[in-house]
């Protein structure tokens, strides 16, 4: 993995590390991660915004508390490598918590701090683009519209995922006319990539990378190194990555999610050659793949119950945790905008004498970015207080009482809640935002 970076960086990451064991041990130990945003390479930007395609290094720190039998152990940021292709030793930014100053004179808090604002902005138009409206909003759409168009109303596979689908088309069709309008976008005040940057960004990641076969919420977490943990926590010697809570959760809420689908689907086919012969199924997946209809790539070849069963779990998982988890934090994470800037309009200079706090306030949004920014982060996070899953999943089971595979889902997700409270609570924080009675609605509707 750090092939990718260069010799000087390798070379002064373990430097940074001595003491801590060296660079193969804690490699081979998975101790070191990375987060690689070469995806915006060549990404238009909007006016005069800067942005790059920084790779990032974290580190699993481990720590003896004195008086304490359990190691501590906790994730932080290592380096940062703001180029691809680094041409000066200046590109490339160590923690101060790990650089000897003898060796990294430089790397001042401020210039970390700087350089980390450039990571984050990096990540938080990444975040608004693809992970929220591309691979939620958008990619829902084309499925939506399918469904709508090839099976009838009380068909089952309707019936079940159908409620989770409520309103996204009225929010889709809004965000086009606000966030993505040709003459006066949204995304053009606040965001790095602007508007023509979010679509180039978008298209992208959704033609050349998403195959809706490939994007239940175990693969995608398996194509970034990570499985279910057993008992996750911080006391568990076993979990790869204490912490990680979206992991966590997610697996959670997939696993019940997935054991609803299934057990209602079950009761509505007896058999793989049920789910074969169900010609409006098979029209709706012609449909999804017709590149003159839905268009939509990699749509899963469904002739068995468990391919008709993921796929629609996907669907569900989407429009409810996935989105929820990517959409609820917004006014949480943005509004102090240095905390997560979504443009910054000055580039790391080569002399880093020139970083200073004025510098700094030069490069954030100015005051009428700012305010766009917390405004639509805001708007976005509004919740409908009587809409999250939960919520649904009481309402449907009053007007559906012998439904024992929604009763069991209500249960489920009751479960997933107080776990979350519970770890909350433990842990000394507030992380609402894969809690299914708190911030998770049960269709993606903002
Ligand atoms: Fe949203």
Known sequence: ???SF??????????????????SYLLKHKRIFSVDYEILKGIE??????????????????ERVEGEKAVRRYLMPLAIQLHREPHTVNHIFISPKLSSSELLHHEAGRVWLFARMHAICADANYHETVAHLGLTHLALEPIIIAFRRQLTASHP???????????????????????????????DQV???????????????????????????????????????ENPGEDNAEDPLPGYLYRDYGF???????SYVESYLSAHYDSDEAVRQDKMLQDLLDDMRDPHRADIPGVPHVDSLQKLVDMASYIVFTATAEHSAVNFGQTDFYSFIPNRPLLLRRPMPRDLSRVTVKY???????????QMTILMASTLSLMDHEGTLFDWAIASSRTRPEDRHLMQFKHQLEHISNHTLKRNTELGIYWPYLDPKQRMA?????
């Open 157 to 187: 596979l309707m019936q079940l995922v159908g409620p989770h689908m409520h309103e996204t088309l009225t929010i889709n069709s809004l965000g086009r006319e606000t966030l993505l309008k040709a003459d006066s976008s949204y995304f």
């Open 442 to 446: 049960y269709s993606t509707n903002i």
């Open 6 to 23: 260069n010799k000087d960086v390798q070379l002064r990451v373990a430097e940074a590390l001595k003491g801590q064991g060296t660079l």
């Open 360 to 370: 700094i306030m030069e490069a954030l949004p100015d005051e009428v970015q700012s």
């Open 1 to 3: 993995m750090l092939a």
């Open 45 to 62: 930007r909007y006016a005069d915004r800067v942005f790059y395609e920084p790779i990032i290094l974290f580190y699993l720190r481990e």
């Open 252 to 258: 959670m809420l997939w696993n019940a999610i997935h």
């Open 191 to 229: 965001l790095g990539v602007g508007r023509n940057g979010a679509l180039q960004l978008i298209a992208r990641v959704y033609r050349n990378h998403y195959r809706m076969e490939n994007e239940t919420f175990p693969q995608r977490m398996a194509r970034n190194g990570f499985t279910q943990v």
